[in-house]
């Protein structure tokens, strides 16, 4: 079936570090693609998608690429701050959904920014 | 516009409780979703429901159960509360089957 798999963390960086949070997928044909945020105390909020092969989504200065050669989606962005603080999830809608409208999701991905 | 509401934030059950975790949405979204989140884990889904009336399982719906008698409700219900299900709850809602879902805050349920 649909897996994702994504870095462990929590990732610790500096205000205005690089960041870069790996996502590789399992699925057949061409998943959609989906980072989702989530802020302490609060839901999932969608990030960004991507639907199809070499795609970049894009939103508040964070980017991924769809890349299909090597089933990836790796989230980035140029320049951290705090407020960016949150947990991370990487996710796929499957072409074969059968559950209506599900999303398969991975582990999250704890950032901590400091100053 | 409220989005997605859910209540309560927090519970604590004893074991053979039961409770029903509130969820409702004012967008006029056709589709509902429950997920639990578990620590160190990725949200797994419990029950959908496509429209007033209609639920469908998803991959983990053993000891809950669901009901949508209305487009913007979509109660779920557990019975006989066990440790395995402490979990953080959330409830999410999309227009249409390939749409954004969107979702609530989320309810942290122990069960002791």
């Known amino acids: 079936g649909d897996s994702v798999t994504q870095m462990e963390g929590p990732v610790t960086l500096s205000e205005e570090a690089f960041l870069t949070i790996n996502c590789t997928y399992t699925a057949t044909g061409y998943p959609s693609l989906f980072w989702y945020v989530q802020y302490p105390g609060e839901g999932l909020q969608l990030l960004l998608k991507?639907?199809?092969?070499?795609d970049k989504g894009s939103n508040k200065g964070f980017e991924a690429t769809y890349r299909k050669e090597t089933t990836s989606f790796h989230l980035e962005k140029g320049s951290v701050q705090v407020s960016d603080s949150a947990v991370y999830f990487c996710?796929?809608?499957?072409?074969?959904?059968?559950?209506?409208?599900?999303?398969?999701f991975g582990t999250g991905t704890q950032l901590k920014v400091e100053l | 516009n409220a989005g997605v509401t859910q209540t309560p934030k927090f519970r604590i059950l004893k074991i053979g409780q039961s409770m029903t975790l509130q969820c409702a949405q004012d967008m006029n979204h056709n589709y509902m979703y429950w997920y639990r989140q578990d620590p160190g884990m990725g949200l797994k889904l419990i029950y959908y429901s496509v429209g007033a009336g209609i639920t469908d399982k998803g991959e983990v719906p053993n000891g809950y159960n669901v009901s949508r008698s209305t487009t913007e409700d979509f109660p779920l219900r557990l019975e006989l509360a066990a440790p395995s299900q402490t979990s953080v709850y959330f409830c999410?809602?999309?227009?249409?089957?390939?749409?954004?879902?969107?979702f609530g805050p989320g309810t942290r349920l122990t069960v002791l």
């Open positions: 996710a796929l809608r499957g072409v074969l959904t059968g559950g209506g409208n599900k999303l398969t």
């Open positions: 999410a809602s999309s227009y249409r089957l390939a749409d954004t879902q969107y």
């Open positions: 991507a639907t199809k092969a070499d």
